[in-house]
């Protein structure tokens, strides 16, 4: 027996008129300005894909596109592959020629900056998807530009405040030669002084050139590196900063002395890792790996990130223009969903997404820092990385 | 007393047709499904105990009880299906194959299942005497929360991802309204009356208020716990006394239920629970209410009347969903 159940019910009648609002139909292109980057990793696991930062960002085009069937919009991707001696302004030029006005950057830093600024002409809104260097969100920052990526420093802190919540405080500092590398470690010197951490001793690696692979394996390595580390001062962890892939990954297992490895190897800091599968992110991952046939790893996460910011953008704005893009991008309105376990915003001051840093030993994410016990007034996405008060950028 | 003996006469004469039989004063069995412990633990909601946990399939997370209080539908992720169980013997009854099913809500007239299959973008109905599949309705990215309006002709799915409130015409099998709220909901909830409808966003931090009719959001309710980072206050789960007055939203790492009062939206309360708390449900009588909570695997009990605390009550590992049937 069955009574019509509540009266109430009555109130509800679908005879009342749809009142979605009916958009007009929108195209959003999004420009892939990318340079494929080196492909002599120390590993063979990590040698980049072909179409490494192109991925994620399609993968954030469909989930766009997906939000867009309700909205009508559809967003389109335009790939602009460039070699390390192509030039930047050509296609940047091309891109806006062709109508694109919003463009996912995945380009060393000064390359970055040469994109951006030939582009601001043209009204283009840059999303850095790749380079790491905290100068672009200081003294380089550019009010066009916004940073889906995590600078180094906050790479560096989310590192150092999980060593520090672990009692891991003296550490044994081992660079690379390049430029690149002093700046990675001058981020773990910085972390080190913010949360009470003592470099020991440093050490640098000298990048002699040549190729990764041998035939003759790893006897060589296997003499070399405790060379390298050998009569440290008594240390509890060693951080290494190797950005180009030289040395880092030979140190595990490999050191004078038995210690944990983290930084380049090891236990390392990144955006997104293969492994995460919390808050609802084994969704990203099975959706990227169903169309991609491999993992999702951090560069493509980014492009992915910054394929979603520019789509939430587009859709809450219900506009293609580059301007109020922008703008929204960088209100305090502006909030997104990524995995992470909270939501993720924009610094006003220098448009850097916030974010948790994961740490990931490349089989399990080992913990998710902003740690337990750091506390920030505003955010504590912002105790990692510059903070207002610090910053040295100047929107412009 | 006397006005609670109303209360439950007032609840057992809106409620006839809906359940087969009257229940025994406040003897109900809630039942918990433990995501890591791949089990569900049932428990007496008169005594306040566990009383048995049992093994399900893998990744048990939504769990929605038969109107008439005699069947189990179980989400379990892991194994790409609903396992169905006898309530009282707790025996599967049934399986029906369905993709990453996370969340499912059953139709006021009990004869309809709808279940968010969240990795296909998919709403599925499901003819609960058949046990088969009627229809797929595709919405956006990663379907969650689903809720069925009193009259059971709106059926609105939210999509994490997408950060919308899809309206699907049950019958007609397509979405007919489509509204944008904040960063990831994940749970949606008609008022008893219908006349709105609540969507928590779990990353937004916030309750929006859709008008049904309209289908746009006219309100949006925030939270602030003194000591808390805004980040941590992530709502999730929301339930409703009988009467609509007074609604319940559980916000997850903030470890705290907060007490809303539906009329003016106004936070009454902020009930400390235990942590990461999930999902909420009510006893049919509005006495207690239960939260599930993730991180320290047990339940609390809220004194609805009182807005109290009463105790935890150890369940599986990972706890998450919730849902109550008669004893």
């Known amino acids: 027996m069955k009574i019509v159940p509540l009266l109430v019910g009555a109130l509800l009648t679908l005879s009342a008129p749809i009142c979605a609002r009916a958009d007009e139909p929108l195209t959003i292109s999004i420009g892939v300005l990318r340079q494929p980057h080196v492909r002599e990793t120390i590993s063979i696991l990590d040698v980049p894909a072909e179409d490494e930062t192109l991925a994620g960002a399609e993968l954030g085009a469909g989930d766009n596109n997906t939000t867009g069937e309700f909205t009508n919009q559809t967003f389109k991707t335009i790939d602009a592959k460039i070699g390390a001696d192509d030039d930047v302004r050509t296609a940047v030029a091309r891109l806006a020629d062709s109508g694109v006005r919003l463009v996912i950057v995945d380009l060393p830093a000064d390359r970055f900056l040469e994109a951006v600024d030939a582009g601001r002409p043209r009204d283009m809104v840059f999303i850095n998807s790749g380079a790491t260097d905290d100068s672009l969100r200081e003294q380089n920052c550019r009010a066009n530009a916004f940073h889906a990526a995590p600078a180094r420093s906050m790479l560096a802190d989310g590192l150092a405040q999980y060593l520090v919540w672990k009692q891991w405080r003296r550490w044994l500092l081992v660079k690379g030669s390049h430029p690149e590398d002093e700046a990675l470690a001058q981020a773990y010197r910085n972390s080190a002084a913010k949360f009470g951490a003592k470099i020991v001793d440093e050490r640098v690696f000298t990048d002699t050139g040549g190729g990764r692979r041998s035939d003759t394996g790893v006897a060589q390595t296997q003499r070399l590196i405790p060379v390298l580390t050998q009569n440290a001062p008594t240390y509890d962890v060693l951080v290494a900063a190797d950005e180009s892939e030289v040395f880092a990954g030979y140190l595990p297992y490999r050191t004078w002395d038995a210690r944990p490895v983290v930084g380049s190897a090891g236990l390392v800091p990144t955006s997104w890792d293969p492994a995460h599968e919390q808050w609802g992110a084994t969704q990203l991952q099975n959706r990227f790996e169903r169309i991609f046939k491999r993992p999702l790893r951090a560069r493509d996460a980014q492009a992915w990130m910054a394929m979603r910011m520019f789509g939430e953008a587009a859709t809450r704005t219900r506009s293609a223009d580059s301007k109020a893009i922008a703008d929204y991008m960088a209100s305090g309105d502006f909030e997104i969903a990524a995995f992470k376990g909270q939501k993720l915003t924009v610094r006003p001051w220098n448009l850097q997404l916030r974010q948790p840093i994961l740490l990931a030993d490349g089989r399990t994410i080992v913990s998710v820092s902003p740690q337990e016990g750091f506390l920030h007034q505003t955010s504590t996405l912002d105790t990692l990385g510059k903070d207002r008060p610090e910053t040295k950028c100047k929107l412009q | ?327």
């Open chain 2, 1 to 327: 007393m006397q006005t609670a003996m109303i209360r439950r006469a007032s609840i057992a004469a809106i409620t006839v047709g809906l359940a087969s039989a009257t229940w025994p004063a406040l003897a109900f069995t809630a039942f918990i499904t433990n995501e890591k412990g791949n089990s569900v633990t049932a428990l007496d909601t008169d005594r306040l105990e566990a009383t048995r946990t049992f093994a399900v399939g893998k990744r048990p997370r939504g769990i929605a009880v038969s109107r008439d209080g005699s069947q189990l539908y179980v989400c379990v992720g892991d194994d790409n299906a609903i396992q169905i169980y006898d309530a009282k013997s707790l025996q599967l009854t049934g399986r029906i194959a369905s993709p990453d099913p996370e969340q499912l809500a059953l139709s006021p007239d009990g004869a309809r299942l709808y279940v968010a299959n969240e990795d296909d973008n998919l709403v599925t109905v499901i003819d609960t005497l058949t046990r088969k599949p009627l229809g797929r309705i595709r919405v956006g990215v990663e379907p969650e929360g689903v809720a069925v309006s009193p009259d059971g002709k709106i059926v609105v799915s939210t999509s994490e991802t997408t950060n919308m409130a899809h309206f699907i015409d049950p019958v007609a099998e397509k979405t007919v309204a489509n509204v944008l709220v904040a960063p990831r909901p994940r749970y949606a909830q008609f008022t008893p009356d219908g006349s709105e409808l609540w969507v928590s966003s779990e990353v937004g931090g916030v309750i929006s208020i859709v008008d049904p009719i309209r289908r746009s959001v006219t309100g949006k309710i925030s939270f602030d716990v003194p000591g808390l980072a805004k980040e941590q206050t992530q709502p999730v789960g929301i339930r409703m006394t009988n009467d609509g007055k007074t609604a319940f939203v559980a916000l997850g790492p903030a470890n705290r239920v907060a007490v809303i009062d539906v009329a003016t939206k106004r936070i009454e309360k902020y009930l400390l629970v235990g942590q990461r708390v999930w999902q909420l449900a009510l006893t049919p009588d509005d006495r207690y209410l239960l939260a599930v909570n993730g991180l320290t695997n047990d339940v609390s009990v809220i004194d609805v009347a009182a807005r109290k605390v009463l105790k935890s009550i150890p369940v599986g590992s990972s706890p998450w969903g919730v849902a109550v049937a008669p004893q």
